[in-house]
Every structure is written in C-alpha cells, then in structure tokens.
C-alpha cells in the first residue's frame, strides 16, 4: 500500500457525524464523509506510522438502509452530512457519540436522559449564514454554502431543506439583484471586493424575520433599492429589520467594525416557553426554536 493507490473497501466501523473505517491489507483505513455498510472506492492520501487516511471517490454500493436525499444540493454542499440515513438511525449514533464522550470524563454513576428529537427534521433553522462567492474559478456570483472540501467554492442552495421558503426566496432576490449590478464577492485570499455575507434570522414562534448584509469597505451599497427589493418580496414573514454590516476582517467570519440599520429595527422577537426574546444580528440564539 503507498500513497495515491486506488482501492475498495466497506466502511465496518463508524463514528459520528461522517468518519468511516475499513480494513485494508489488515490496516485500519480512516474515511471521511463515508456511512457504515457503503462499499467505496478511495485513494490513499496519508499513511503515518499509526494512521492512514483515504479520500472518497466514488460509493460503488450504498448501505441497505439508505433513503433518498430529500435536498438537490446534497452531495456538493458541505451543510448536511447525513441525509441518506434514515433519522432514527442519526439520532442513535448521535446519542452513542454523546455518552462516549460523557463515559470517558464522567468518573461516578450518573443518570443518562435519551436523545428527544426535533420536532420538524427540515426547515427548522432559524438562521442562516449565507456566503457570496463563486461556484467555480471566476465563475458567475453565487450565495449559499460552502462546498463540501471546498475553501472557496460556494454553492447557492437555493432550494436547502434547512431552513422555509422565506430564506430561500430572499438569498434568490439578494444574489440576483447583485449579479444584474456586476457588484465583486469579496476574495478570502487577494481580500479585495464587495459582498462577503449574508445573514437572515426568522423567528419561529413570531415569524419575525432580521437580514443583515455584511460586505466590505470597497465598494457602495445603493440602499433604497436593496431596501425595496426585499419589500417587496411575498413572504410568509414579516420582516422586522434590514442592516447593513461592514467588515473588513481577513477571518472568514460574520464580524461588525459598523452596522447601520437600514429599514425597521436592529432586533426581531422570538417567544420561547412563555418568554419572550429579542434577537439582534450577533445574539447568540438557539437555531432550532423548536428543539430547545
């Protein structure tokens, strides 16, 4: 076995969200973004005196127990991992995945509560962290998530199963709006250009809806018609504030030197077990209202 060998394996063990392991010339193989059961095909990229890893190719069969995905991004986009497993059977490796951890640093008897599900497996997300970038090598403006291995590639996940239809509507009307403007993403690695992040948060219980843009200092926001573009969307929400948030960090992340707020209020209000909470742009919150 050297590095670059092309190989088949079955994934016999499996630990909790996506690394699979399989046996190879009686050596331990690491994989990642594999399931139990699937029989793949990989390529060698690491071998160490105690490791040796390898990349997925291709799944030459899948685990008798896999589903469809429900989403057409999966496969490409690196926000969901398990969509093929049926949920049952994600919530049981996640509650093992859980209590071996708890088993390793817990050294007296305690209580162990089981693993509740959500109560909606799809569009119960309350935020989402959009990023503007392009599919490919200087290719056409895109707004979504990263792809799966990528650093730069973003795919715009305009149908994620993640969130309701109110985001999705608003990341189309965002990135087509700035793709009929010619407006630059900013580049994590030359750090030049315009449009870094979109943000939206929608409250659950209120349906009240927050959208902050993040850019840079390179460029110029023409505001009334970013206003009146989400306006005049039809959305089952309410939006309650639009801001506008410049960033000029080199960290690929959501960060404020400024936020202006452009439209309504720089906050939106969730009810919780007869509390209520207002949520501003960095508020930490919960993304599964339900769930908590």
Not at 127 to 146: A, I, N, R, V
Not at 184 to 195: R, V
């Amino acid at each position: 076995m050297k590095k670059g060998d092309l190989s088949k394996v079955k994934i016999t063990e499996y630990d909790f969200p996506n690394k699979g392991m399989a046996k190879l010339e009686n050596q331990r193989i690491i994989v990642k973004n594999a399931l139990p059961d699937q029989v793949l095909e990989v390529r060698i990229s690491k071998i160490r005196k105690n490791k040796i890893e390898a990349n997925l190719i291709s799944v030459l069969e899948k685990a008798a127990y896999e589903i469809e995905p429900v989403c057409d991004h999966f496969g490409r986009c690196g926000g969901c991992l398990l969509q093929t497993m049926p949920y049952k059977m994600q919530l049981d490796h996640k509650e093992a995945y859980v209590k071996g951890i708890l088993d390793r640093i817990v050294e007296s008897p305690y209580e162990y509560q089981p693993i509740v599900a959500s109560p909606e497996p799809f569009e119960y997300r309350n935020k989402m962290e959009f990023s503007f970038g392009d599919e490919f090598f200087e290719g056409p403006l895109s707004l979504g998530l990263h792809e799966r291995g990528k650093f730069y590639e973003i795919v715009t996940v305009n149908t994620c199963k993640l969130v309701d239809r109110d985001f999705t509507l608003i990341l189309e009307t965002v990135l087509d709006y700035f793709q009929k403007n010619g407006t630059t993403f900013y580049h994590k690695g030359k750090h030049e250009g315009y449009l870094r992040h979109l943000v939206v948060r929608k409250a659950k219980q209120t349906g009240e809806i927050l959208i902050n843009l993040v850019t840079s200092s390179q460029g110029k926001l023409v505001t009334d018609e970013f206003i009146a573009i989400l306006l005049d969307l039809s959305l089952k929400g309410t939006i309650k504030g639009i801001l506008h948030t410049i960033n000029d960090s080199k960290s690929d992340t959501v960060k404020s030197d400024e936020t202006s707020i452009l439209h309504g209020n720089e906050h939106m209000t969730e009810k919780l077990m007869g509390l209520s909470f207002d949520i501003s742009p960095f508020s930490f919150f919960q993304t599964n209202t339900l769930g908590a």
